[in-house]
């Protein structure tokens, strides 16, 4: 059992890990769903402007510097995204739109779409794009070579075959040839340039410039898609930040003042927006797609690539979104679900336990019992059979003829009347057992003096006492006020307590019986008391005297026949007249069983209720 037990502590344990860890690839997923669907959304708004450019795989080669202004314009004024609802339309995220003349033999120029009086005019180099454009401008040899502006110049010694023919129509890698300068933010786009001569991928190119609004990403755009994902009906159910990881991180947007400064650390889970560098992101792919989900991944994962990422230094500076739910980590919800599997468990399997303990218990209890029963009949039988071979052997002297004087005749017919009582003494008391236990006794609760019933415990053991030459000692109390019982149950509890008194005192054939009144909480009572001078009874042995079929050890070592009823009638006989049973002893000294009644006098209302207390059981 203890095995059994083990055995499937182990296999609850191993199904609560196995529940944790599918409660947490459910929350990741959720939680990643919805990180990678703002991050979509970002990207919708991203798109959308290069979209409108219409900067086609031929990076610009049949388009003029006044068809990208008709174009900005255009989207500058296209219909609300109300009448449009797939189409994202936010003009305010552009800053400016520019266009990088490289200009490789003479001094590079900047020019600037103005979509108000629809021209393009000559603009100084803003300061925040001067590392832009220089950067810009050292990789406009070529097409091939544009294509490849986001790396650092140890990682771009590819040969521009990786990236395009080298003759032939100018095409470009599946990024369209869009490429992202964070630190600006600006979105930049190779586009030929228009001297007249046949274009391919080696041919020089000039560059258009997107500069994207920073306050508008930070007040609008990015505060709408953390409510529209990360939302709840009472606010954000989780901190939202998307910060810069330079050596010193810029928090772009946060939703709570600090978050994404100090508690970045215990965000929930991260993602890098712009995605993996270009080189992994087919490893990080088939790694991810290779295994099912697990804890590490969705705490830190990749968006798709977008566009590649101008890096200016060997460890990039990516925008990373950061959340972390509100209500508490979610770290702790998955410990939690953990907890409370683990506690539904131990409580089942710890009920299991109780439970087969319980059987057990009650399995050896059962067995005790049936022993007990066997013991009973066996005493039963032993008991009834010596009064009856007494009354046998008799009656066959009589009809043998070898009893024939008078005085003789006498003397057979008081031994006869002598066992054929005590023969119903055994049957009497094993009947009482047995409507005590089918719950069918009835007393007829009245007052009761006590002289009465020790005049008549007297009379219906006057033959016993002489036989075995004991000695009764009285003390009763004078004065005593009448007890509330039932006379047939008094004097039978009383008479087998001197039974058993008479029965287990070998040496010493004094019984004393006593008689006083003292007082309770419950009101006066009087104790009737029987002492005996036996071989008493051992202390951890007093509290199972009372149970049905139980005998001592010593009892039955000293061969006291007996069917181990008495006492238990006399609980019940006690209890159920409203009184108890008390019992002092000590091993070798004799014992005193003490039966308390309540007086009459000081309790008139208890006949009453005694009486309605019994009604009440027969009703039952």
Not at 581 to 609: N, R, W, Y
């Amino acid at each position: 059992m203890v095995v059994l037990l083990a055995v499937l502590a182990f296999l609850q344990y191993r199904w609560t890990n196995e529940a944790t860890a599918a409660s947490e690839m459910r929350i990741g997923a959720e939680l990643e769903s919805f990180m990678m669907k703002w991050h979509g959304d970002l990207y919708g708004e991203f798109s959308a402007i290069c979209t409108a450019m219409q900067v086609g795989p031929d990076s610009g080669a049949r388009d003029t510097w006044n068809d990208y202004l008709e174009r900005y314009v255009e989207w500058n004024n296209a219909l609300p995204r109300e009448t449009l609802p797939n189409v994202y339309r936010n003009p305010d995220l552009v800053e400016s739109v520019y266009i990088w003349d490289t200009n490789l033999d003479a001094k590079p120029q900047l020019f600037r779409l103005n979509e108000d009086e629809k021209k393009i005019e000559l603009a100084e180099v803003p300061q925040n794009l001067q590392t832009l454009l220089a950067r810009l401008r050292a990789h406009s040899t070529s097409l091939s070579t544009s294509l490849r502006v986001w790396q650092l110049s140890s990682q771009g010694e590819r040969t521009s075959s990786e990236v395009a023919p080298v003759s032939g129509s100018p095409v470009v890698t599946t990024n369209g040839g869009w490429q992202f300068d964070e630190d600006v933010p600006a979105i930049v786009h190779p586009i030929f340039q228009r001297d007249g001569r046949s274009l391919n991928s080696q041919s020089p190119v000039d560059w258009m410039v997107i500069v994207l609004d920073l306050n508008a990403l930070r007040k609008r755009i990015l505060p709408d898609l953390a409510t529209r994902y990360f939302g709840g009906l009472e606010g954000l159910d989780y901190k939202v930040a998307v910060i810069a990881k330079k050596p010193q991180p810029e928090v772009i947007y946060s939703s709570d003042p600090g978050f994404g400064t100090a508690d970045v650390d215990r965000a929930d889970a991260s993602l890098n927006i712009f995605g993996p560098p270009e080189d992994t992101q087919d490893h990080i792919h088939q790694a991810r797609n290779a295994r099912s989900l697990r804890s590490v991944e969705w705490h830190n994962f990749y968006g798709s690539a977008w566009f590649p990422v101008i890096e200016y230094e060997s460890h990039p500076s990516p925008w990373i979104l950061e959340i972390q739910r509100r209500a508490g980590p979610l770290q702790d919800v998955i410990n939690g679900v953990r907890q409370k599997n683990l506690a539904v468990s131990a409580f089942l399997l710890l009920l299991l336990a109780l439970t087969m303990a319980l059987l057990t218990m009650a399995g050896i209890r059962a067995q005790k019992f049936n022993r007990l029963q066997m013991d009973f009949v066996a005493s039963v039988s032993h008991e009834l059979r010596t009064p009856l071979t007494a009354i046998f052997s008799a009656a066959e002297n009589i009809k043998d003829g070898v009893i024939y004087d008078k005085s003789d005749l006498a003397d057979y017919g008081s031994i006869v009347m002598g066992q054929s009582r005590q023969l119903m003494e055994y049957v009497d008391r094993i009947l009482l057992f047995a409507s005590i236990r089918s719950g069918k006794d009835r007393y007829n609760i009245r007052p009761l003096h006590i002289a009465e019933i020790l005049q008549r415990v007297r009379k219906n053991l006057a033959s016993l006492i002489i036989q075995e030459s004991c000695i009764i000692e009285e003390v009763v109390t004078p004065g005593l006020p009448c007890v509330l019982g039932d006379l047939f149950a008094v004097c039978g509890c009383l008479e087998n307590l001197m039974t058993n008194a008479i029965k287990y005192s070998s040496v010493d054939r004094r019984i004393r019986i006593a008689a006083r009144l003292q007082s309770t909480e419950n009101g006066q009572e009087v104790a009737i008391s029987i002492q005996d001078r036996g071989i008493g009874i051992h202390s951890s042995e007093l509290k199972r005297i009372f149970e049905p079929f139980y005998r001592s050890p010593e009892a039955t070592l000293a061969q006291i026949h007996g069917t181990g009823l008495g006492l238990s009638v006399c609980k019940h006989l006690a209890e159920a007249m409203g009184g108890r049973l008390s019992v002092k002893s000590e091993v070798g000294a004799g014992s005193v069983f003490t039966l308390h009644l309540l007086a009459a006098d000081s309790q008139p209302s208890e006949l009453t209720a005694i009486s309605t207390t019994k009604r009440q059981g027969d009703g039952e």
